[in-house]
């Protein structure tokens, strides 16, 4: 069947990067699959319960990165309890017995321990790369033993992790022949820098282009992190509260100003705005820019900074920014991709804040940003006008995400619910990949949904919907669906149990406080052995009553996932799995 | 439908002490009710609602809602409004400039002009007449210093020192 020898395959194989590429091409013929698995170097598993690494490893002995991803997604917002789960321990223990040359590893929302940590910087003599975001369990003790023990480390990259910040040296156990860093991120931690440490650590690394601090690093040290490393990329500031002396400002101005490959700037974790001016320098090149934890950057000062940023492509901003910042943003910034609006008002200070945003500032960036591609936007109100023009304007969204902020919220002027808007989006989007919808909602967005929406596949839906039929539509209709998650809608067993087979051709199913029943689950994992359907319930009268259950309870939190390796003995006592 | 907050005003009678569990039993039962875990070692200052009000939840009292990373959740600013009683007005502190009790005390006896006295966790704060409460997650008053730093700089949602005669202390009516 192979008209080359299997070599030149392989050749041609290493040029296809993408996971969903390379498991296309293993499945054209066996021969294929044999050669394909063979030069496999980078493994991509969205769900660790999926597979298990002893089958990882016996079907790609070659490879040298893997990104796993642990938690469900609802994870993030609390709603998964601790210990439910995605400790990343058995693999490394299995990688590390099995002797595969792993060089990169990218965790997202597992669980990560000191000791995982410590067997991980032993065992692979060539591990180049560490990234973890949204993970928990560990402490700085264990980025320790990743310091000291990985000499050609080239990658440490936290994102939003909890780690215990001990306070200790971490930064100290990078030995001195340590110069291969290009990208260090320790934004997460909260403890105390030792900046000496640190000073010395960037300024024997000629290649670091991505650089991201903590809160503890003050602003001179800034300025002097970055006079050693003009080359710099990718920088996130920590914190400066105080307004700076002119001497200090000055040093920082004439750091920045050699700095003329610096293209992402976030951080600002605590600063006053009376030091940005030092970065004007640098914004008409930046293409990144991350101000969602700036609270203190806002106002005239973000405005005037934003007014330099033409070139930008990512922005990630406080919904502080108001309608009439986003105004600004898309007057301003032609080039811009991405955009993320977080809310400020996370506390529930303000019942009437005036400062977040509608759906004129959405408006507005639809008009002005022409290749706009992915929003995330929070709100406090929309309209079914206003998506319909936003629509019609981008019509190239690839993820569309609205959290209108309250719950139920009809068209904030007629009252209506938001089936048109969302129904509008998902028509003129033709290649929309992943939605998120909020507000007031029918069964109608979801016949939409399913009706229009050929490529999506992520959806997020909360408190929508009225009846089974809205599930229906979507599970009928979006062929390409991979991942759905459901919060506080009225679904049922119905829509639940009405095409089993479906949920062996998507990762997961999540569904909370919504109508399905433990008699409805059962049924679902009876005829489906490949799929592990789980039940979270939290309550002590749960647990208790488990001898007289009734299967008309309803079902606290269903996870339901596809995977050929049968149920996880991982679970705590409050996950049933059926 | 709209979510009204009514917990705003600050009533003599929240703080009388009673007798009753803690945290608000008859919310329990909603489907979109905050379901935290409640701590049985909380001191408390308000009694549970009357049976009666049924407040439904604001949406900053959903579990999971607005749908934002614990993490980013965690580390946002939050200024809290700070009370004293007597003082003609209110002002605000951002409880992230503080890393433990004793700075944001040191910060409250500065901005108020009072001294707190000694804490201990059986008697609370004696010697001066000032105590300084909170208002937590729960809608629960509650006294500044009994659970860990953390916990409470991210369940505070606002202050309140109490003046001499007004603050009831525990053994009033037990």
Partial sequence: ?578 | MAYEKKVNELNLKDTELCLGLPGRTEEIKEEQEVSCVKSNNKRQFEETRDEEESTPPTKTQIVGWPPVRSYRKNNSVSYVKVSMDGAPYLRKIDLKTYKNYPELLKALENMFKFTVGEYSEREGYKGSGFVPTYEDKDGDWMLVGDVPWDMFSSSCKRLRIMKGSDAPTLDASL
């Fill in chain 1, 1 to 578: 069947m192979n008209y080359f020898p299997e070599e030149v395959i392989e050749h041609v194989f290493n040029f296809i990067a993408s996971h969903r590429d390379r498991n296309s091409i293993s499945l054209v013929c066996k021969s294929w699959h044999k050669i394909e698995r063979f030069c496999r170097k980078k493994v991509f598993i969205g769900n660790c319960y999926a597979i298990n690494p002893e089958r990882l490893i016996r079907r790609f002995p070659c490879l040298k990165s893997l990104t796993l991803k642990g938690k469900p997604h609802f994870a993030d917002f609390n709603l998964v309890p601790y210990e439910w789960g995605g400790f990343v321990h058995p693999w490394i223990e299995a990688l590390s017995s099995s002797h595969v040359g792993l060089e990169e590893l990218r965790l997202k929302r597992m669980v990560v321990t000191d000791e995982s940590l410590d067997l991980l910087s032993r065992s692979f003599p060539n591990f180049k790369s560490l990234v973890l975001v949204s993970c928990e369990g560990f402490t700085t003790d264990g980025l320790a033993s990743i310091a000291s023990n990985c000499r050609h480390l080239r990658e440490l990259d936290l994102q939003e992790n909890e780690i215990d910040d001990h306070r200790g040296q971490w930064l100290n156990c990078f030995p001195d022949s340590c110069t291969t860093l290009t990208s260090l991120n320790f934004a997460c931690l909260k403890g105390e820098t030792n900046v000496a440490a640190l000073e010395r650590l960037v300024a024997r690394s000629p290649n670091l282009k991505t650089l991201k601090l903590n809160r503890a690093v003050p602003l001179d040290a800034l300025a002097r992190l970055m006079s050693c490393a003009p080359q710099l990329v990718d920088l996130g500031v920590g914190s400066y509260e105080n307004e700076p002396d002119p001497e200090s400002f000055r040093k920082l101005m004439a750091a920045i100003q050699k700095c003329s490959s610096l293209r992402s700037l976030s951080g600002f974790l605590e600063a006053a705005p009376l030091c940005l001016p030092a970065f004007y320098p640098v914004c008409q090149n930046l293409i990144s820019l991350n101000l969602s934890y700036a609270a203190e950057i806002r106002g005239n000062h973000l405005i005037k900074l934003i007014q330099l940023c033409k070139r930008l492509q990512r922005l990630w901003i406080l919904d502080s920014i108001g309608d009439k910042g986003l105004v600004v943003v898309a007057a301003t910034c032609k080039e811009l991709q991405e955009l993320r609006v977080f809310p400020s008002d996370l506390h529930g200070e303000e019942d009437n804040n005036n400062a977040a945003v509608t759906e004129v500032g959405l408006v507005a960036i639809s008009a002005g940003c022409p290749k706009l591609h992915s929003i995330l936007y929070f709100c406090k109100q929309m309209t079914n006008a206003a998506l319909i023009t936003v629509a019609k304007n981008c019509p190239n969204f690839i993820r569309f995400r609205l959290c209108i902020l309250e719950p139920h919220k009809p068209d904030h002027i007629t009252s209506q619910s938001l089936d048109e808007g969302f129904g509008a989006i998902v028509q003129a989007c033709k290649g929309l990949r992943r939605l998120s919808v909020s507000g007031l909602l029918n069964d109608q967005v979801f016949l939409y949904i399913g009706m229009y929406a050929e490529e999506l596949e992520m959806l997020s839906i909360a408190f929508a919907g009225e009846t089974d039929k809205g599930m229906l539509y979507v599970l009928n209709g979006c062929k390409k669906l991979r991942k759905l998650e459901i919060r506080d809608s009225p679904f049922g067993n119905a829509a639940l149990l009405a095409d089993v087979h479906k949920y062996e051709t998507m990762r997961s199913l999540w569904m909370s406080s919504c109508e399905v029943t433990l008699g409805g689950c059962k049924r679902l994992a009876q005829n489906s052995p490949r799929l592990n359907v789980e039940i979270i319930n939290e309550s002590e009268s749960n647990r208790m009553e488990r001898n007289e259950e009734d299967e008309r309870d309803k079902v606290d939190k269903l996870y339901l996932y596809r995977t050929v390796v049968g149920t996880r003995k991982d679970a705590p006592p409050y996950v049933r799995i059926l």
